[in-house]
T-cell receptor, first 114, second 111 residues
Framework: NSKVIQTPRYLVKGQGQKAKMRCIPEKGHPVVFWYQQNKNNEFKFLINFQNQEVLQQIDMTEKRFSAECPSNSPCSLEIQSSEAGDSALYLC????????????FGPGTRLLVL | QEKVQQSPESLIVPEGAMSSLNCTFS?????SIWWYQQHPGKGPEALI?????GNKKEGRLTVYLNRASLHVSLHIRDSQPSDSAVYLCAVKTSSGQKLVFGQGTILKVYL
């Protein structure tokens, strides 16, 4: 069973508000991924880190989304100005190594933008 | 860009039956293919993965991969009501380590 912790489990924001969610990866997992799962079960990769360094991110992330994984603190994903289309389940996953290994998912943060 | 398609959209089987789920992907050079299970309100949980052509068996699960036809299937033997969930096929791409997911198959196992 995954030991990835995500907080909060639910987040309700108005359009234009900031939305911030956190993730504590499994102990010993330096690789962290963020995915967005919409109501149609479509997954979108957002960004991944190895330790504190960004490995890959999509264009969407570069505009309104920001993320970081500081040492000795939870990783975070923040949406600067929420839009209705951002309503989704945000999933954090961690992995012990970047190649081949299983990605272990947390329960997700469900964001609703009114 | 890698594309992953799953079929059927939903599957209803009686307890004890074999459940067969299918997945096609677009890039034969994809690194590995994963099957995840997702229950309502939870994150996906990895079940089984395969990299080489052929089959792999773990417990009640068997997965078959044919890279030439870009097809992978998951078979669940002796299906149980607790197997009821969404099953996600995911491909780890050769360009970067992210997973590309299919849209899922909803499996319901009834008594």
């Amino acid at each position: 069973n995954s030991k990835v912790i995500q907080t909060p489990r639910y987040l309700v924001k108005g359009q234009g508000q900031k939305a911030k969610m956190r993730c504590i990866p499994e102990k010993g997992h330096p690789v962290v991924f963020w995915y967005q799962q919409n109501k149609n079960n479509e997954f979108k990769f957002l960004i991944n880190f190895q330790n504190q360094e960004v490995l890959q991110q999509i264009d969407m992330t570069e505009k309104r989304f920001s993320a970081e994984c500081p040492s000795n603190s939870p990783c975070s994903l923040e949406i600067q100005s929420s839009e209705a289309g951002d309503s989704a389940l945000y999933l954090c996953a961690s992995s012990p190594r970047i190649n081949q290994d299983t990605q272990y998912f947390g329960p997700g943060t469900r964001l609703l933008v009114l | 860009q890698e594309k992953v398609q799953q079929s059927p959209e939903s599957l209803i089987v009686p307890e004890g039956a074999m459940s067969s789920l299918n997945c096609t992907f677009s890039n034969s050079a994809s690194q590995s293919i994963w099957w995840y299970q997702q229950h309502p309100g939870k994150g996906p949980e990895a079940l089984i993965s395969i990299f080489s052509n052929g089959n792999k068996k773990e417990g009640r699960l068997t997965v078959y991969l044919n890279r030439a036809s870009l097809h992978v299937s998951l078979h669940i033997r002796d299906s149980q009501p607790s197997d009821s969930a969404v099953y996600l096929c995911a491909v780890k791409t050769s360009s970067g380590q992210k997973l590309v997911f299919g849209q899922g198959t909803i499996l319901k196992v009834y008594l």
